[in-house]
């Protein structure tokens, strides 16, 4: 599947840093500079075997090109709840049919991080797991390449490597040490 799925000019929810919205912003302009601190969200999909759906970033990304990154990452729509917006995107990135998956909602964080002179990355996320038996079948304009894999081993390559986008470092760093329970198959 290959699909345009989002624009630099949809309009990102701007929240504070206790995530209430104060406004929106053309998508383009919260990553320019130091970011805009705007709502977002990250999908950790395992399969029944315990292992990791993990994702390598389109080359056309502005942001963190051809870096690995969690199963699913992006921003809800003005006027749409996050459950919606995180069903949504699993479908237009993976292809997990809609209500198919059930993610729960695990913690939210706020951080910022610089993509050389690019722009940044400047977000209040929600963080979610899921569990499943389907296969993705990826939208190859978001996603160059994708694997499945075990939790030691990604702790092994993240450690070893630099090719991973910040916010999955430091969401599975949280995962691992305070909700490892969240982890496993239900």
């Keep these: 599947m290959s699909r345009v799925v989002s624009s630099d000019a949809e309009a990102l929810i701007l929240v504070d840093s206790s995530d209430r919205e104060v406004g929106s912003m053309a998508k383009a302009d919260c990553h320019d500079g130091d970011g805009v601190l705007h709502r977002a969200f990250s999908a950790f999909i395992f399969n029944p075997a315990g292992e990791l759906l993990i994702q390598r970033r389109a080359a056309a990304k502005r942001l963190w090109p051809g870096f690995w990154a969690n199963s ?3 921003h809800p729509r003005r006027g749409e709840s996050m459950p919606v917006a995180v069903g949504r995107r699993l479908h237009d990135e993976l292809g997990f049919a809609p209500g198919r998956l059930s993610p729960r909602f695990v913690y939210k964080f706020e951080y910022h991080a610089r993509f050389a002179h690019v ?5 209040l996320c929600w963080v979610y797991v899921a569990h499943t038996r389907a296969e993705p079948v990826i939208n190859t304009t978001e996603i160059d390449a994708w694997e499945w894999i075990a939790p030691v081993e990604l702790t092994r390559r993240l ?7 910040p916010w999955f470092v ?3 760093q949280r995962l691992v040490t305070e909700f490892p329970a969240v982890l496993r198959a239900p």
Aim: one cysteine or more; charged letters at 20%.
């Design 72 to 74: 699913c990452c992006s």
């Design 159 to 165: 450690a070893a490597e630099a090719n991973f986008t």
């Design 170 to 172: 430091l969401e599975w």
């Design 119 to 123: 722009g940044s990355e400047h977000e």
